[in-house]
Nanobody
Framework: EVQLVESGGGMVRPGGSLRLSCAAS????????MSWVRQAPGKGPEWVSA????????YYADSVKGRFIVSRDNAKNTVYLQMSSLKPEDTAVYYC?????????WGQGTQVTVSS
């Protein structure tokens, strides 16, 4: 059974940090590009970041560039999103996505709330 399980969300004050994790199982994790996508209340999905299979290439939305870092550990079948200097507008449910050609899997999401 394919599973992507996000964790690490929570409530944090503006300027704070969180590290999200997404643990994968049921497929060959190291063959899949991984992405993070978020959805804020009342808004559509927003792509946040991506990392290629080997971890050597990373990509970021302009809204998070310089504040978020994506990484992966293929030995642990896990992708991470280190989020720093968090802003209220980062409040959203964060989802991880695994993609290989036309095949894709999604996690259930983890809530991140940035509020004073």
């Amino acid at each position: 059974e394919v599973q992507l399980v996000e964790s690490g969300g929570g409530m944090v004050r503006p300027g704070g940090s969180l590290r999200l994790s997404c643990a994968a199982s049921g497929f060959t994790f190291s063959s899949y590009d991984m992405s993070w996508v978020r959805q804020a209340p009342g808004k559509g999905p927003e792509w946040v970041s991506a990392i290629n299979t080997g971890g050597g290439s990373t990509y970021y939305a302009d809204s998070v560039k310089g504040r978020f870092i994506v990484s992966r550990d293929n030995a642990k079948n896990t992708v991470y999103l280190q989020m720093s200097s968090l802003k209220p507008e980062d409040t959203a449910v964060y989802y991880c996505n695994a993609a290989w050609g036309t095949v894709g899997y999604w996690g259930q999401g983890t809530q991140v709330t940035v509020s004073s």
